[in-house]
């Protein structure tokens, strides 16, 4: 009986890393364009605490389209 409990919990974990491995790279690839800091990611395992980060990166300012805006108004304005 004891067995099966330890391979379960071994299951368990091989399945959280595979989910994490899954979860994780698409949200750094988004705060990373959007300009954030893509160890935000992290924080979408974080239970409560990823609602919160979600809605600070949807409705902040983008850095990465600050920094767009600066560089199209840059160029227009030296033509």
Not at 16 to 30: D, G, N, Q, T
Not at 45 to 52: H, S
Not at 58 to 68: G, I, Q, V, Y
């Amino acid at each position: 009986m004891y067995d099966h409990y330890m391979s379960f919990g071994s299951g368990h974990w091989l399945f959280m890393l595979l989910w994490i491995a899954v979860i994780l790279p698409p949200f750094w690839k988004i705060f990373s364009r959007a300009g954030f800091s893509g160890w935000l990611s992290l924080l979408i395992f974080i239970p409560l605490v990823n609602l919160v980060v979600l809605y600070v990166v949807a409705f902040a300012e983008w850095p990465a389209l600050r920094s767009t805006a600066a560089r199209e108004s840059g160029e227009a304005g030296g033509e």
